[in-house]
């Protein structure tokens, strides 16, 4: 019967990598369950889309809808609403009536509304209101 | 579980059936027969994506339509695989382990449960995935499972221009996305998070099978186990395989070109390999744009091979070659001829503006800097991929003969050229350096580690190369000592 024998050479480059390996990946799972557990679902799409769902219950699928809001123009907002809302597209010039309300502050939305020619349909919990462009 | 099983049966079943018709049987079986599956994995769910855009585009947003063609894709594959399937036997049989290299399967598999454990536990933290997985992939995802014209929404210029939200890319490539879409439009569950997770735990699993397969094959399973090791002790794997990001599947699509090509060329160019690995490039251009700029020089390199290479059947192996990426290529380009929208990232593109960017030295400085230092990122301290790799090519050194072969030559100056073209789209970016770099260059490393790990590995000695055969003495056995002694008591004259 025939045997292998390594040269040492051979095992320490063997041993090296896969020590190294094993360690790392024992190292990066601890450092990220940290990291997991003090950073769940960090772009809050959960909650967009929980916030969101009325409106997709009224607006149709196909919509191109307005967005306005309180905060300054943040993307990763107006990105997760996008998301929450697909497929209807948030767009600069909407085709349709539909606009989109995302406050983070409360505040007297019938005047917001006259101020940008809006007309308010509904509001829903969360700062999330819905208006129309008015004729 | 119906979303898991849709998921992932179908791709590897479809891949498992294409792989085994275009591949050998390796003569070292196990590792043959999970190089069919894992490849397969990958190639199916590539296959499949294609199949839904297709029917999509030629019949419109009806399930019972696609469903029929995927059960028929499906259907053809086996009859074409029981029939035509490549049955000749090819490699040599890999040396099982013996000894303390045993340890190398306990210390995968450690790694391998470390690896889902975490995927489940980042997946749990953050269903969406990143950034750009719930913001571009994901989201044109949505958008194609839609049952009505709305699924055309997937490439409207209108995505790279949302509200000031910045863009959504409606001009990348849809391998993922439209594979996802394919999940939710049969299961109607349009954007449930099971698809995302289970395509990016499908793509992670089958880049670590491809690689520990692919090696095992060509080098042994001291090389296979050890390249998954590294593999999936880097940390920047273990991050990107629970984004839901392209970035993996990418390269998982680089890596399984790199494999390909490396058991083309141990097949001497006979047999339909090549047909593999003009598909696996092809989806590598549809999964995303840095694949775009892979498929020219990685058909460059297999030109050169042809060229360079005593192999017969040059016309026959390219026809194969072309024969694998036709389909995957012209989706990609009518897609970005016809269909894709003006790409957002062109509009600050000038001559003037690429001019100036490339003659700032400063720039250049930064680009390498940034670059060093994603690849510390890449592992945990001196737990690094790139230290692993050094340590092994260093005690099992690289055989001078293998340097000078074709195939390892050209697949380096591919892989080489695919960085550079990497560090020259940094150099002439209209964005802001910093930006561009701080979100996408880990990433775009990434996409390189699995093959830069295969390269590395198949260019050295495998431990098996190196070993001392010993015969080890024979002791006689009981049975035959108690005949021996019987036989010499019947001995006359005794």
């Known amino acids: ?135 | 579980m119906l979303v898991l099983a849709i998921s992932i049966l179908p791709p590897c079943l479809i891949g498992y059936l294409v792989v085994r018709t275009f591949l050998p049987v390796y003569r070292s079986a196990w590792a043959s027969q999970l190089l069919n599956l894992f490849l397969g994995a990958g190639l199916g769910a590539g296959v499949l994506s294609l199949l839904f855009f297709l029917v999509r585009l030629s019949f419109g947003p009806s399930n019972m339509v696609y469903g029929t063609a995927e059960i028929l894709a499906i259907a053809a594959t086996a009859g074409v695989c029981w029939f035509f399937r490549d049955r000749s036997l090819s490699g040599t049989e890999a040396r099982p382990l013996s000894g303390w290299l045993w340890l190398l399967p306990a210390a995968t598999v450690v790694c391998l449960l470390l690896a889902a454990a975490l995927f489940f536990d980042t997946s749990a933290a953050s269903p969406y995935g990143n950034w750009d997985a719930w913001s571009i992939w994901n989201l044109r995802a949505k958008l194609l499972a839609q049952p009505d014209a709305t699924w055309k929404n997937a490439f409207s210029p209108v995505l790279n221009q949302l509200a000031g939200g910045g863009a959504a890319h409606g001009d990348y490539p849809l391998l993922v996305s439209a594979y996802i879409a394919r999940c939710w439009s049969l299961t109607g569950s349009s954007g449930d998070v099971a698809a995302p997770i289970a395509v990016a735990g499908l793509f992670s699993l089958a880049t670590a099978g491809v690689l520990v397969a692919g090696l095992a094959v060509l080098r042994g399973w001291t090389s296979g186990l050890t390249g998954g090791l590294v593999l999936l002790g880097t940390a920047g794997f273990l991050q990107n395989s629970a984004w839901q990001l392209a970035d993996v599947p990418l390269s998982f699509f680089y890596l399984a070109v790199f494999v390909l090509l490396f058991l083309f060329d141990a097949g001497r160019g006979t047999g339909r390999t090549a047909v593999l690995a003009g598909l696996a490039l092809g989806c590598a251009a549809w999964t995303k744009d840095e694949g775009m700029l892979f498929t020219p020089l990685a058909i460059a390199a297999f030109v050169a091979y042809l060229f360079f290479a005593r192999i017969g059947g040059r016309v026959r192996a390219l026809a194969l070659f072309a024969a694998g990426a036709v389909v995957p290529l012209a989706t990609v380009l009518c897609f970005k001829a016809f269909l894709a929208p003006r790409g957002a990232s062109w509009v600050a593109w000038t001559p003037s503006v690429l001019l100036n960017n490339i003659a700032k030295p400063s720039r250049s400085l930064r680009i390498v800097n940034a670059l060093w230092e994603e690849v510390v990122q890449l592992g945990t301290g001196i737990a690094n991929p790139a230290v692993c790799l050094a340590a092994f090519a260093t005690c099992l050194g690289v055989p001078r003969e293998r340097v000078r072969q074709p195939v390892v030559l050209l697949s380096l100056a591919a892989f080489v050229a695919v960085f550079g073209g990497y560090c020259g789209m940094y150099l002439i970016t209209p964005y802001d350096l910093d930006w561009h770099l701080g979100t996408s260059a880990g990433r775009l490393l990434m996409q390189l580690v699995p093959s830069a790990i295969f390269l590395t590995i198949a260019a050295c000695r495998a431990a098996e190369e190196t070993a001392i055969v010993t015969e080890e003495p024979q002791k006689p056995a009981r049975v035959t000592r108690k005949k021996s002694k019987k036989a010499q008591a019947a001995k006359p004259g005794r």
Not at chain 1, 4 to 25: K, M
């Open chain 1, 1 to 135: 019967m025939q045997n292998l024998r390594y040269p040492l050479r051979t095992l320490a480059g063997l041993i090296i990598s896969a020590l190294l390996s094993v360690y790392g990946a024992m190292q990066f799972y601890g450092e990220q369950r940290e990291h997991n557990q003090t950073q769940r679902d960090p772009y809050k799409l959960i909650d967009q889309e929980r916030r969101f769902a009325p409106i997709r219950e009224i607006v149709p699928p196909n919509a191109l809808v307005g967005y306005v809001s309180d905060l300054a123009t943040d993307p990763t907002l107006i990105l997760t609403a996008q998301y929450a809302l697909a497929p209807r597209l948030i767009v600069k010039n909407p085709t349709s009536g539909w606009v989109i309300g995302n406050f983070a502050h409360p505040q007297d939305f019938e005047a917001f509304a006259r101020a940008h020619g809006l007309t308010l349909v509904k509001e829903f919990p969360d700062g999330v209101i819905l208006f129309q462009r008015s004729k």
